[in-house]
């Protein structure tokens, strides 16, 4: 599994890398990945810091410390080696004046061990009637969120970015991977996807995308004892979370489990075909069809290859 997203760079590369760590990792756990049991590489994408003549010169190499110094410390926090990686540290069109520069990126690969592949546990929807449970903590943390940039786009022509940058809490991190882990191993967990770009909502769409069934959802269940807002809820990009469903008969055990971590059953699968949400206010603020959205999610990609044909 990989983690990568350049856009925290804009506010922090420290908990950019701190974040696309946390996101590897937690993408290995839900697929039932051994937390215990991972290694990494790492791959930098980053402007040219050595050229006197590169603009922002100075303030590039202070990102590429900052990111270094994040992916340390998570890497350590994680017990974590990286075991290889490569570097591209000269990624700048030199063709206008002065020179583009892309975003400073850092990419990481983790791979870890599962003891039986029939255990392995994948993002679709599995039964109408099914548990939905989050776990981890929403935070209001749209930094450098998708959320942003769409809004920044279409309302002024370019993105916003916002200050609070998604954090990672390491030592709740590390406990709830271990008690996932746990309760995937006794095959407790019928699916499971971990939020990242695009938050929550996004997370919930894709999961009816990929199982052709509907959810109900309701915000208020949500752990998210700061967050006043819907679409910060929808939004917020806050790290080391996940989606999962279980079967009803499961619940006491499952719940058992998750005991000492932040676990709510925010929901259910159904068999509607609509995505459907309620708010803060107990009221409906998205009803949708989940084969329309799925369509819309999929026409610019369906766009891009007609236009190459």
Not at 257 to 268: F, N
Request: net charge neutral; with cysteine.
């Amino acid at each position: 599994a990989e983690g990568i997203n350049p856009f925290y760079s804009d506010i922090d590369p420290y908990w950019m890398a701190a974040s696309v760590v946390d996101e590897a990792v937690r993408r290995v756990v839900a697929v039932g990945g051994d937390p215990g049991y991972i290694a990494a590489l790492d791959n930098f994408c980053w402007p040219n810091v050595v050229k006197e003549n590169m603009p922002e010169r100075s303030h590039k190499l202070a990102q590429l410390v900052r990111a270094n110094q994040g992916l340390y410390d998570f890497c350590k926090g994680y017990k974590l080696p990286l075991i290889s990686g490569k570097d591209s540290m000269s990624n700048d069109c030199t063709l206008t004046d002065p020179p583009i520069s892309i975003p400073p990126t850092l990419m990481l690969s983790v791979v870890s061990r599962i003891s039986d592949v029939s255990r392995a546990v994948t993002l679709d929807l599995k039964n109408p009637g099914d548990l939905v449970y989050i776990l981890g903590e929403t935070m209001e943390e749209m930094g450098g969120s998708e959320f942003y940039r769409f809004y920044g786009e279409r309302s002024r022509g370019r993105p916003y970015i916002g200050n609070s940058v998604p954090r990672v809490k390491i030592e709740e991190a590390r406990i709830l991977y271990q008690a996932l882990a746990g309760a995937i191993a006794g095959r407790l967990v019928q699916s499971a996807h971990t939020p990242a770009i695009g938050g929550l909502g996004a997370a919930l769409a894709r999961k009816s995308f990929a199982g052709g069934y509907g959810l109900e959802v309701d915000l208020r269940a949500l752990p998210a004892p700061s967050v006043t807002s819907d679409f910060v809820l929808l939004y917020s990009e806050s790290n080391s979370r996940f989606i999962v469903t279980i079967d009803p008969g499961n619940k006491e055990s499952f719940e058992k489990l998750m005991t000492g971590v932040s676990c709510s059953q925010i929901g259910r699968v159904t068999d509607s075909g609509e995505l459907l949400i309620r708010g803060l206010s107990g009221g409906i603020i998205i009803k949708e069809d989940i084969h329309k959205l799925k369509r819309e999610w999929q026409a610019p990609l369906r766009a891009l290859l007609r236009s190459n044909d």
